[in-house]
């Protein structure tokens, strides 16, 4: 498992885990599950592993507060990976991981305005797009009214 050293609280990330079987026999059931207070996932499941394959599988994990005093920090837990052997025995192994939490940045009110500005900068460059379109599309079809009506008349003319 691959944890970043850094996250920022309510933020979500990808979490890719990955189990190679070195032994001689197969391992059944495999599953490997993060167990911090503060990162919420769910178990990848690996499967059955036989002997010299492996198992790679994303796990998706978002970032809460440590608790309702100490929100940000450091934060400690353990990627536990489970299995079983042919005769139905579990074993268990256990990595420690340990992340910072970091405080989510906070906008500004100019920042905020100047993102709102931005975003109906965006909307209505793309509605003048639009309109050049619709725009174009009037001249054609007017620019080939007129060729199909005079092409008509020479025709009755004949």
């Known amino acids: 498992v691959d944890l970043p050293e850094k996250v920022t609280s ?7 885990v990955s189990a190679y079987k070195t032994g001689l026999t197969a391992n059944y059931n495999g599953k490997c ?5 503060v990162l919420i996932s769910a178990s990848a ?6 002997p010299q394959k492996s198992a790679d599988k994303t796990m998706s994990v978002f970032a809460t507060t440590i608790d309702s005093t100490t929100k940000y920090g450091a934060t400690y837990g353990a990627c536990v990976f489970t299995y ?24 500004t009110d100019e920042e905020k305005k100047k993102a709102e500005e931005e975003a ?11 309109s050049l ?23 009755k003319m004949r």
């Open 10 to 16: 309510g933020e979500s990330f990808s979490l890719p």
């Open 84 to 107: 079983e052997d042919a005769a139905g025995e579990e074993y268990q192994e256990s990595v420690d991981v340990k992340i910072e939490i970091l405080e989510p940045v906070k906008q």
């Open 120 to 130: 109906q900068e965006q909307k209505s460059l793309s509605q003048w797009w639009i």
């Open 133 to 155: 379109l619709f725009g174009l599309a009037i001249i054609a079809v007017l620019t080939a009214i007129i060729i199909i009506a005079k092409f008509s008349r020479m025709m």
């Open 45 to 50: 499941y690996l499967g059955n592993l036989e």
């Open 33 to 37: 599950s993060l167990e911090d207070p």
